[in-house]
């Protein structure tokens, strides 16, 4: 774990099964803009010493707070209590529907699998979607973390960022 904060984040960021480094990287870039945890849960496509993984987190990288847990299990022994969203293409519910509080957690799949459905059916109830045009099959992964972070971190602070 690198750059762990003593206070509680406004998100925490979890990134079920990611597949490419280069978009870890660039969300923990994110993670750090927006005051966020990240979280990996594995199994992973990369290894978490991954160059490529640094070189898109730039030098941003030694302030990410961020943790690697071993399987969904693991990952709510760690959170057990959180209020979790689960954002999918296959969702009917918007992102910008829901009042995120601070401490959320916002869930992640990887970039070829999305998650899987037995996760989603948990909670059916907590699945968000990105609107995308229809000719476009999903947003990079990190571009939807930073345009559902930036969506929870404008409704708990505006345009002020501490």
Request: proline residues 6%; charged residues 25%; glycine residues 6%.
């Amino acid at each position: 774990m690198a750059g762990a904060t003593e206070s509680e984040p406004l998100l925490h960021v979890v990134l079920y099964q990611p597949d490419i480094p280069q978009n870890a990287g660039n969300i923990g870039r994110s993670c750090v803009a927006v005051g966020a945890k990240l979280w990996f849960v594995r199994p992973l496509g990369f290894r978490l010493d991954d160059r490529y993984l640094r070189r898109a987190g730039m030098d941003y990288w030694e302030q990410v707070d961020w943790e690697a847990v071993d399987d969904w299990d693991a990952l709510l022994e760690r959170l057990p209590t959180a209020n979790r969203w689960f954002f999918t293409k296959t969702a009917t519910r918007p992102y910008t529907s829901v009042e995120y509080q601070r401490g959320d957690v916002m869930v992640f799949g990887s970039e070829a699998q999305g998650l899987p459905a037995e996760l989603l059916a948990r909670e059916p109830d907590r699945a968000l979607r990105i609107p995308v045009r229809p000719s476009v099959r999903r947003l990079n992964l990190s571009n939807a973390v930073a345009v559902a972070a930036y969506e929870a971190l404008r409704q708990h602070q505006g345009d002020h960022i501490e």
